[in-house]
């Protein structure tokens, strides 16, 4: 069983940066993917961002490209999301989630593990 706690999210301006974290408990991160989602009021929720563990192969959502840097420290347990030039549309509950099949798909419900979201706004 893994837990996995968000934290790092918070209001910021336009063109302004955060950095979200994922804590994870009960279990080692070595065998797990962790993807970044995204979902904002009204949307489906969408996967920003991924990292293998056997690799460290990384993906990222178009939109976000450039932007977003997705890096882990297995030491510590935690995978991070650095997110720079934000904008009013990345506004979103950002999640992490592990996938066991180190797969990193864009579908949510292929992720065996969630946690409880952190809210990234971004406005003037």
């Known amino acids: 069983q893994v837990q996995l706690v968000e934290s790092g999210g918070g209001l910021v301006q336009p063109g302004g940066s955060l950095r979200l974290s994922c804590a994870a408990s009960?279990?080692?991160?070595?065998?797990?993917?962790i993807g970044w989602f995204r979902q904002a009021p009204g949307k489906e929720r969408e996967r920003v961002s991924c990292?293998?563990?056997?690799?460290?192969?990384?993906y990222y959502a178009d939109s976000v490209k450039g932007r977003f840097t997705i890096s882990r420290d297995n030491v510590k347990k935690t995978v991070y999301l650095q997110m720079n030039s934000l904008k009013p549309e990345d506004t979103a509950v950002y999640y992490c989630a592990a996938d066991g099949y180190e797969i990193c798909s864009d579908l949510a419900d292929r992720y065996d593990y969630w946690g409880q979201g952190t809210q990234v706004t971004v406005s003037s």
């Open positions: 990292i293998r563990s056997s690799d460290d192969e990384t």
């Open positions: 009960g279990y080692t991160l070595n065998y797990y993917a």
